[in-house]
């Protein structure tokens, strides 16, 4: 599309938290999220359960969090698409295990139920958006003084290797620790299983 915005340009509006940049991301991003999803899904059972939009929104959910505490950096749109297809098979792999750890029986479901087959609608509500930052304020008071700073630099468009530079540490320890810091808040927060981008 002519009118599609620079990656660049797109992923700083993202980390800026810019809806409509966001919207835009979703609009290129999620059919490729969703494919990876469907190729995964291979148990019949298993889309009774849950459907790829889920896990698209869960995805999409992560990265964006993530993104708005500056946790990636991303050249181009190659990265992009890698990430969240890593993302996404990651996502599907931890709900097969969920289901099956926690002993449910998806074949036992009844074919005439409801449930597992209602689908979220594409776009995000008003309800969503104010979630959204609520998570965010979240994420952000579980971090320390430390990580929260680091964060800030990150969405202020810092580099690493200039924020290294000003604590004398090195760009991968200080990218490391914040990696790790969001990595802890995820999961109390339950929005990520280990190892999830």
Known sequence: MPDETPFQELMQRVRGGDSVAAAELVRRYEPSI?????????????????????????????????AALGQ???DDAEQLLKLLAQ???NKVTDQMRRER????????MEHGS????????GD???????????????????????????????????????IAAERKESAEALRKRLTRA???????????E????
Do not use: I, T
Request: hydrophobic share 40%; glycine share 6%.
């Open 34 to 66: 969703r494919r990876v999803v469907r190729l995964r899904m291979n148990d019949p059972r298993m889309r009774r359960v849950f459907d790829s939009m889920d896990v698209c929104q869960s995805v999409l959910g992560s990265f964006f969090a993530r």
């Open 72 to 74: 990636y950096d991303l």
């Open 87 to 89: 993302m996404a098979r």
């Open 101 to 108: 750890a926690e002993r449910r029986d998806v074949a036992r």
């Open 114 to 121: 409801r449930a597992g087959h209602e689908v979220a609608a």
């Open 124 to 162: 995000a509500s008003p309800s969503q958006h104010a979630a959204g930052r609520e998570l965010l304020v979240e994420f952000r008071k579980r971090l320390s003084s430390e990580e929260a700073e680091l964060v800030d630099l990150r969405v202020q468009g810092r580099e690493w290797a200039d």
């Open 182 to 192: 969001l990595d802890r808040v995820a999961q109390q927060l339950g929005l990520d």
């Open 194 to 197: 280990a190892g999830d981008e």
